[in-house]
C-alpha cells in the first residue's frame, strides 16, 4: 500500500511538472509574456527540485535498510511517518524483516551455543587434526586428558609416547586402534577413532578418545576371579578328602604297630609307610592353606570409603610396618605436599596394602648396604593422589615387572603369587590403579594412582 502511495504520489509530481512545461512552453511561444514566462520557470524548477528531494529520501532510507541488513545492525527503526502518506507503511516493513532476521540469527545462534554446550560435556574426549598438521581440542574432555601439556600440532603427541603419536598419525576415516597413553604417572589404554568432515571446502579428520582402561582392569580381574574361583573349587573338592584319608592312615599305621610291637621288622616298615603318609598329610594341608589364600582374590568386599589424612595414616603403616629395621639398618623416611593431603579411601585395605609393600621392600633389601626405603604422597598435575614406595633394592627387571601383578605369579620361593594380585583389585576397586618403575639411583618404586 505503501508503495502504490509512493507511486501515486510521483506520478502527481511528474503530472504537474508535464503541465508547467507546457505552460512554460506556451508563454514562450507567445510574445509579451515575459514576466509570466520568468514565474513559469521558477515554478517549473521548484517542482523538479521538489520531485528529486522526494526521490532522494527514499532512496537515502532503502539505502539505510540495506546497509543494516549486510551489517546485521539490527538496531537501525525507519520512521518513514516524515515523508508523507504511505511512507510509515513502508518503515514498519522495513522494521519487520529487519526483525525477522535478528530472530532468526538469534535462533541460530542459541542452536550453536546448544551444540557447543554438548560437545563441551561430551565424556569422549573429541580433537580434530587438519591438513594442516594442527589440533583443535574440543571439549573439556580432551583438555582434562592432555592436562597441562601443550598441544596444537600433531607432533605434540609424542610426548604421551610414541605409541600414542604414531597410532593417531597412521589412523585413517573410519579406522578403530588401540593406543597407550603416559603422562602424569599414569598409563591409559586409548580406544581411538576418526572419521572425515569437510566443512567450507576443507577437510579434517574428527578424533575420539576414549578411556578404556578401568574397562579392561575389570574385566581383566573379573577374569582371574572367576578363575581362580573354579581353581580353588576343584582343588579343594580334590584335596580335602586326601588330606582326610591321609590323616586315617596315620591313625591306622599307630593301631596296627601297637599290635605288632613285637615284631620289629614290620614296626621298621610301617615306620616308613607312616612317614610316607604323614608327608601326604602335611603336603595337602599346605596345599589346602595355599589354596584357601586365593580365596580371598574372589571375596574382597567393596571399600569403605572416607576421608583420610595421608600422614596419619602413613604413621599407622610405619608402626607396622617397619619393626626392627632399626637392627636390620633400614632407612626409613617419608615426604607429603602439601603436608594437609587427604585422600578417600578404605583405610583398612590401603593399610594392608601400604604394610605388604614394606615387608616385600624389606625382603628386597636383605643383607644390602644403605639400604632405605621412602614412602611419599602428593597431587600430580592432573589433582590425582599419587602415593609412591621406593627401595634401593636390587630392583624389578622389566620382563617381570609386567607380570608381578597377575595372580599365581611370585619370584619367592614360599610366596603365593596373592600380596601384590590384590594390592591391584583393591586399587581397581578404589578406581585407580597401581604400577612399578625403577627408581632414579636403583632399586624399585610403586606408585598408587587415585
Known sequence: MGFKKFSLMLAGRMGLIMLSLLALTYVVVVPGYHAATLLVFFIVSGQTWEVINFVSKTNSEITRFLDAARYADYSQRFNLQRLGAGFGELGDTF??????????????????????????HVPVPLLSVHASGSVTLWNNAARRLFGSAHVTQIRDFDQFGTDFGKQVRQLEAGDRRLATFSSDDMTLKLAIAATQIIIGGHSEKLVSLQNIQSELDVAQLQAWQDLVRVLTHEIMNSITPVASLAKTAVDLVDDVTEKVSSRPEIVEELGDVKDAV????????????????????????????????????????????????????????????????????DRDMLEQVLINMLKNAE????????????????????????????????????????????????????????????????????????????????????????
Open 95 to 120: 522494521g519487520d524483516i529487519l526483525d525477522r532476521f535478528q530472530e532468526a540469527r538469534s535462533n541460530k545462534e542459541e542452536e550453536l551455543r546448544h551444540l557447543k554446550a554438548l560437545i563441551e
Open 363 to 450: 625382603q628386597a633389601m636383605a643383607g644390602r648396604d644403605g639400604a632405605a626405603l621412602h614412602m611419599s604422597a602428593r597431587l600430580n598435575r592432573r589433582g590425582h593422589v599419587i602415593i609412591e614406595v621406593s627401595d634401593t633394592g636390587p630392583g624389578i627387571p622389566a620382563d617381570i615387572a609386567k607380570k608381578i601383578f597377575v595372580p599365581f605369579f611370585t619370584t619367592k620361593r614360599d610366596g603365593s603369587g596373592v600380596g601384590l594380585a590384590l594390592t591391584r583389585q583393591v586399587m581397581i576397586a578404589h578406581g585407580g590403579n597401581v604400577s612399578v618403575g625403577e627408581r632414579e639411583g636403583g632399586g624399585a618404586k610403586f606408585t598408587l594412582t587415585f
Open 278 to 345: 604323614t608327608t601326604v598329610a602335611r603336603r595337602s594341608d599346605s596345599l589346602m592353606q595355599f589354596v584357601s589364600s586365593y580365596r580371598s582374590l574372589t571375596r574382597l568386599p567393596p571399600p569403605e570409603k572416607n576421608l583420610l589424612r595421608i600422614d596419619d595414616l602413613f604413621m599407622s603403616v610405619a608402626k607396622v610396618g617397619t619393626i626392627g629395621w632399626d637392627e636390620k639398618n633400614i632407612t626409613f623416611s617419608v615426604n607429603i605436599e602439601p603436608q594437609e593431603l587427604d585422600v578417600t579411601a
